[in-house]
Every structure is written in C-alpha cells, then in structure tokens.
C-alpha cells in the first residue's frame, strides 16, 4: 500500500522520535538533554559500552557515530526489528492514535495529479527564470541590482520575471503539451466562467519561487515593476499544491541552517522574501517569512517544529510594533516548557535589507542579541504610555494582565507567567519616593531629614563610602548597586546614548525595583517622543512621574562616588566611555551569576550520582567563578578612576 506524504508527516509530527526508540534502549542521564529533545543511548544495532548512538526529536532523525546507522521512525522499525514499511507505519499511526488510509484509488490519482502539477510548477519557474536574462527582463535585473544582489544570490533563490504580457506563460507550458486543466489547478492564469479568455495571473512582475517543505515548488509572490500596479505583491492564488496559511517562505533551506553543525541553532522569522534574501547572502540563512500577512496559528506551529524559541523579527515602527504585538497575542494561548518566542525590533524605519546591505551582518546580529521575552513584551505593551496614578487604574491594569495570561493553555506555564506578572506589578506600584524628611521607601536608606545627607550611606552609620558600597552593606539595606545607579543615570543625563546603541542599552535588567520603574518609565517616554528627546525634557517628565526624590538621591550616589562620567556635566564622549565601561562589567557579572547557578546544579546531579571524577571538577570551576566575581567588584576602582581622577572630565567646583 502506498502512503501519501501527508499522512506520513502527520505521525511523524504526532510522535517524537524518541518515543519510538525509548521502547528499545535506555537512554543515558548525563549525555542526554530531554528539554531540548536531545537523546543519546548505547546503540542497539551494534554492541558498545559508550553512549555513541543520538536521536533529535527536533530532526526527527537517528544516528550512531560508531557504526553509521541513520534514518527516522519508520527505518528504525524496519531495521531493527525486521517489519515491513507497511507494519512500521501502523506502529506509529497506534501510536498517534490516527487511524490507517484505507486504500484509495481516486485518493491515489489525486496524488498522482498532484506530482503532475509540482512538474508543471517547476517548468513555470525555469520560464520566469530564462525571461529574467531577455531584453524584457532587464529593468528586473537593474531593479535587482540596485537592491544589492549577486547573481549567486539570484540563482540560489530561483528569482525571475514574468514578462508584460497576457499570454507569455500560457502559451509556453501550452507549447509544451501542458494541459489547460492543469494549468488552472495551478493557479498561473486566471480563468472562471465570466473570464471568454484566460491569461496569466503575473505580468510585468520580479517572480519568488515559494517552495515547500520538500524543496519543491508549489507557489509563486510576484514583485510589481510598475508604480501604478494595483497590487505591489502578489501570491499565487490557493490550489491544491498551496494553502498560504500553512507555508512559510525558504522553510527547506532555514531548517537546514539551523540544524547543520554550523547552524545558527534558531529560526528568524521576518516580514517580507527580500528580508530573507537579503539576510541569506550576508550570511544569516536560518530567516523564513510569512507570505505578505500577519503569522498564522499553523505557521507558528511550522516555527516551533524546528525550534522550540523562534525570533520574531518586526520593524521598529508603529505598524511592525502592532504586527509584534498581535503575534504575542497569537502565541501566548500556545506556549510549554521549552516552547515560546523571543521578539527583535528593528532601529524605527530599518528593515533587515536596510540593515545588511551595506554593513554586512553585525548590526543585525546586534538587533537579535537583544531579543525580548514573551513576557516581556507582554508587560510593556500594557503600561507603556499609560497612567496609573488611580488605584482604578492600577485596578484595571492588574485584571487586564490577568486576563491576558489566562489564555495561556499549560498549567505550569500559566502559573508562573500570572506570579511573573504580580512580581511587575509589585514592583511597579512601589510607593514613589517621598519628599523631604522622609525616606526612601522600601529599599533605600532613610535620609534623617538632614540636608547633607549621602544617598547610599546612613546619616548616623559612620562607616566608610567603600563599604557602604560593598555587596555586604548593600545586601543589607537593599541599596541601588552603585554600578546599576550608573547605567540608569548616565542615560537619563545623556539620552542621545540610548537612541546610538539602543538595542543594547534597552534590554538591561536591573535588580533594583525602584530602577526598574526608573526605566520603564523612561523607556516609555523616549519610545513616545523619539530622537527629538533632550535631557531637560526626560528629567522634567520623569520627575513628573514621582521619580524626583530618587533621580536627586542616584545623582547624589554618583557625585559621592566620583563617578563624573555619569553626570549631567559630562562630556558626551566620556558619558559614552564610562557607560560601556560600566555595562561590560555588568554583564559580565550577570553571566557569571548563571554559570555559578548552572555549576550549583550540576554539582548537585553529580553529588546525587556519586560520582567521584566530576565533583572535584565542578567545585574547581565554582571557584574560578567566584574569583572572577570577587575580581569584578573590585574592578570598580577603574570606573571610580575615570572621571576627574583621570583629568579627562572636570566636576563642579568644589565638588
């Protein structure tokens, strides 16, 4: 009996690989990673001691490295346990818990056709291709080349034109015995009973080849030449080779970069082809788009079959936020453990074409390092330009995100997106700092109502400005972290800074609660008044906001500490200087903070596991961890030692 694709895909999506092969062998603890869907065993096709034998429940695939055996669900079966196809594919279809294809003859003729209309789709993209080197092709060659790419480039993605002409494509695959049914069922002419004629749905177009899964062609996006063309792309029509909905542009060739050895291990999805292609040549080939509308459930379904966190890559603007934002709105219903997405938003009025055509690839590569939880953009969305000076309104807020996360389907997930919410909130509705004698509420130091009083030291403690900023102290009294106070008043003091290197600056985490409605706050007022932003501005809106006291209270820290580079007075060049300085460190510690937790842990497993060898290992690698941390908190003598210290920047006199 023959299967058709469809339904073999269909089991083989419904069963991970490793379900298959877990029935047959034991999987080993220490080389296997479940979350990721990574399997390794001793093989069961040849005798071994040592785990050589992996699975990828992401490829769907097998393979030992000590005997070469390779394949997918069926082939196991078939290799190793001595069945038929026919016996394997009723294995995983039980599995599946999806019934057998009953033989079929008109389903067999069906897919027969099919096969027939792929061959006459393939010869009408050697057409498109042929005409785009003719005399008539050469405004789409110079349109092509002015949009920077190679003729390798348009080789590899198939591109052509179809030339101006009502007839051109019909009359070629007629010429060819084609028949006029088969032509129609492929969507290249439009037809129906008020059309006396037929003729070819592209004219005057650049062509995209959109191919399936198997790297066959099944559609085509047309590019308008003219200005005046009603529609400036163009799909084919839905046939019965194409359903837009449940493709994805250069999905075949995206999943092997990221699955290769080299692969960038991810799956970026941007808006248009010219995206991708432009993407591929500068070197970043893992990119796939929708077909000229909003992502569909199916084909987030496409994304997460080849990666458990896709990028979802818009463009800065008001219309690519609110594209980000519907697509949040799609995926959250749908996310598991291991199963979300990260959002990328583009500098306002760039695109990835824009980005790479001159540069090359690293300005992009910086846009997906800072790369935006779910969450995330899911928090900032909702307050973001709002007020919530009411307990109404905060009311409101809080049902709001409570409702939004209710559609969340996983139980767990579910649960722990409503407490990361609550922990936002918590940290949001803070009571502002008060005013005069007051005190910093809840994690500063009263000031006693005296007018020389140093934000970060106690008036009445007498102990010295450097342990006031050890971790010790600061733990203590939950101060600011001095290098944090850094980070947040150089950009208040110097916003130019935040819209030259915004992708990097916007993305900081800041353990601080009250920082972290410092910058919320902030971020929201320059996203709302844009580059124009000047400093007098962002202090009187923020001070507008409640955030007075604490602004005075950073500033104080800051001039206490000598830190000139992080003061209004700074020169913009040295604001710059000391800020990356600071950010390094402050990344670099927070890296250090995951390594150790990921060094805890896995000393944790071996300590349960006995085992003697890799103990020692990770106890020594816990403690490089913690020098290197020790070495970084005394590295702030060096940002200490750049502002006046250093002759380069003058503070106020006297100070």
Known sequence: MRFSNAFLDEIRDRVSISEVIGKRVTWDRRKTNVSRGDYWACCPFHGEKSPSFHCEDRKGRYHCFGCGVSGDHFRFLTDLDGLSFPEAVQQVADMAGVAMPQPDREAEQREKER?????????????????????????????????????????????????????????????????????????????????????????????????????????????????????????????????????????????????????????????????????????????????????????????????????????????????????????????????????????????????????????????MAGARPLAEMIWSREVQGANFETPESRAALEARLRQITGAIADEDVRRHYQQNMRDRLNAFFRPAPRQGGGGFSGNRQTRGGGRGAVQGTPVSSGISDRLARSALVRGAQELPALRESVLALTVANHPGLLFSDYDEIAIIEYENRDLQRLWSALLGIAGSVGTRLERDRLIEELEAAGFDALLRGLDQQIRNSRLWTATAEAAPEDAREGYLQALALHKRTRALLWQRRELERELAVATEEGDGERVPQILRALQEVQMETMRLENQEAIIEGFGVLSGRVKGPAGK
């Open 115 to 367: 096969m027939g209309l792929v061959e006459v789709m393939d010869m009408a993209a050697r057409f498109f291709e042929d005409q785009l080197q003719t005399p008539a092709g050469a405004k789409a060659r110079a349109y092509l080349r002015d949009r920077g790419l190679t003729g390798r480039t348009i080789e590899t993605f198939r591109l052509g034109y179809a030339p101006e002409s009502r007839n051109a494509l019909k009359g070629f695959l007629a010429g060819k015995g084609v028949p006029k049914e088969a032509i129609e069922a492929c969507g290249l002419v439009v037809y129906g009973p008020d059309i006396p004629v037929s003729y070819d749905r592209f004219r005057d177009r650049i062509m995209f080849p959109i191919l399936s899964v198997r790297d066959k062609v099944i559609a085509f996006g047309g590019r308008a030449m003219s200005p005046d063309a009603p529609a400036k792309y163009l799909n084919s029509n839905e046939t019965e080779l194409f359903h837009k909905g449940n493709v994805l542009y250069n999905h075949a060739r995206a999943r092997k970069a990221a699955q290769g050895a080299d692969g960038a291990g991810t799956i970026i999805a941007v808006e248009g082809y010219m995206d991708v292609i432009a993407l591929h040549q500068a070197g970043i080939e893992n990119a796939v788009a929708p077909l000229g509308t909003a992502l569909t459930e199916n084909q987030l379904e496409l994304l997460w079959k080849m990666t458990p966190e896709p990028v979802l890559c818009f463009d800065g603007d008001g219309a690519g936020i609110r594209a980000a934002n519907r697509a949040a709105d799609l995926a959250l219903p749908y996310i598991k453990p291991e199963r979300t997405v990260r959002f990328a938003l583009l500098p306002d009025g760039k695109d990835p074409d824009d980005l790479v055509r001159h540069e090359g690839r690293a300005p992009f590569d910086k846009v």
